[in-house]
C-alpha cells in the first residue's frame, strides 16, 4: 500500500525557517515527480514547489529565492526547505507524488507563520 507521510510542520515566528519532509512507501520512487501543495483556510489547494526524476525544481513565484524543493532517492524521502517564512505562508502543505497515470497524496502537515 503506498503511503506518503509528511512531518516537519508547526508554528514559527515571521523570517523563521521550517524543513518538511515527506517519506514515501513508493516501488520506483525515483521515477516518480514529487510535489508539494498547500492549502490555506477559505483558498484552494496551490502548487509551491515540484522536484522532476531527474532533479529539475521548480516553484511559484511567491516562493522563489526562499524555499527550496530536494529529494533523496536512496531514502525514498522529498524534503522542502522553507526560509524567511511570512504568515501568508500558513497553510496545510500536501505532499503529491506523480508518475503517469499515478498519483497519490499525503495527508498533510500545519504550517503556522505568526508573532
Known amino acids: 500500500q503506498v503511503q506518503l507521510v509528511e512531518s516537519g510542520g508547526g508554528l514559527v515566528q515571521p523570517g523563521g525557517s521550517l524543513r518538511l519532509s515527506c517519506a514515501a512507501s513508493?516501488?520506483?520512487?525515483?521515477?516518480?515527480?514529487m510535489t508539494w501543495y498547500r492549502q490555506a483556510p477559505g483558498k484552494e489547494r496551490e502548487l509551491v514547489a515540484s522536484?522532476?526524476?531527474?532533479?529539475?525544481?521548480n516553484y511559484t513565484d511567491s516562493v522563489k529565492g526562499r524555499f527550496t524543493i530536494s529529494r533523496d532517492n536512496a531514502k525514498n524521502t522529498v524534503y522542502l526547505q522553507m526560509n524567511s517564512l511570512k504568515p501568508e505562508d500558513t497553510a496545510v502543505y500536501y505532499c503529491?507524488?506523480?508518475?503517469?497515470?499515478?498519483?497519490?497524496w499525503g495527508q498533510g502537515t500545519q504550517v503556522t507563520v505568526s508573532s
Open positions: 513508493i516501488a520506483a520512487f525515483r521515477l516518480y515527480t
Open positions: 503529491n507524488a506523480g508518475f503517469i497515470n499515478r498519483d497519490y
Open positions: 522536484i522532476t526524476s531527474t532533479g529539475s525544481p
